[in-house]
């Protein structure tokens, strides 16, 4: 285990609520890739960051150097009884985590992408993946339809349920868009949905090469669900762009997990959110508590899931500003660039978001399951 690179220590402990944890502290635990990727694990040292200085806890972080590591690392961490919560962020730590967590009965474990598994110091932190995929669907299907393009994309990272579930939003989404399109807008062809799988999280060599590939298919709407391996395909999609002399998309990519269009202004168009930030500060919040362990779901109705909005886009322009990230402009000039991007395309764009959105929340959509490879095979055969 690397020792942690980083931490954060809240100075005022003053109105703490709940007594005996003054000196504890939060652990996030990666199963991969550690912070930087702009994504997924930074969402989960936000929510972290916020509950430490909430609460008054130390925050530190390490990461896995080798899957061989996880159960060896975990009981390390408890063994020190140092810690008010470990969180377990990855869904690669599905075997590791809960054996950790009947060793140690009273440590308690947070699990980002797995579940609680019935244990009672264990809380499951799962999302609906699938809902924000497939309000990204609706966005790049239409897109690509209004610029004649015959299919969209995603890079994906590795083949396990959280990913699977996105893609199958997606694909759904986009299908439901098609349909949506010659009802509303007028005739218009099959759309394909391509979906390249680089099998790690932390390639965005991976990731540009596999974005090219699909741009060259005619994708030229690709969704990043891949971590840091998919800012390689916010590079290609912003190359291409340029290359064609263009300020702005197409090409469009479409960020996962946090508000991602600041990384490429006028390029990305949108983003499926997972607010695992909020998954995690809710954890440690359970963790100071007396409940049981018990699975947190996240999704639409909780605002867990969605696609990014202009609060969003703005909430992230700041974080990026906070966290020193070499913007492409002013804040202000950033800004203006992401929504300035989202008024080239067709206003029903955003009537079909709209309504495929309040369809979803009045629970009139059914999306389709995608926890087991059997059951992404049937989607993917469903929805080409």
Known sequence: MRIAR???????????????????????YFDQTGPGDLSFNDMAILGAQRA?????????YT?????????????????TGEYVLIVGVGFLLFDALPEAARLYPQQKFAFVDGPNFG??????????????GALTGVVAALTALAYGDPAIGAVAGMEIPPVWRYEAGYRFGAYWAVDWYRKNVGPAP???????????????????????????????????I???????????????????????????AYGADASQEYIKPGFILGSARKRVDTAVYESVRWALGTEPGYDLVLGIAEEGTGFSTEEDIRTFVELAVKAGYPLAGTPQEVIAAILNARKTVPAYVWQALAEFEGLLRAGAIQLPEADTAGQIAQVRKRYP
């Open 63 to 79: 990461t896995a150097a080798s899957p061989l590591e996880f159960l060896s690392d975990l009981a390390s961490l408890a063994e």
């Open 119 to 132: 244990l009672p110091n264990v809380i499951g932190l799962l999302f609906k993946e699938q809902e924000g």
């Open 226 to 252: 891949a971590g840091a391996t998919h800012l390689g395909a916010f590079d290609a999609v912003e190359e291409m762009g340029l290359a064609a002399g263009r300020t702005f998309g197409p090409p469009f």
């Open 190 to 224: 099959d759309l394909r949905v391509l979906v390249t799988y680089v099998g790690r999280f932390d390639d965005p060599a991976g990731g540009k090469v596999a974005a090219e590939a699909l741009i060259r298919a005619g994708a030229r709407n690709i969704l990043g």
């Open 6 to 28: 980083w931490s954060i220590l809240v100075l005022s402990l003053v109105g703490l609520a709940v007594s005996g944890f003054a000196a504890k502290k939060i652990c996030l």
């Open 52 to 60: 430490a200085q909430d609460f008054g806890l130390e925050l530190y």
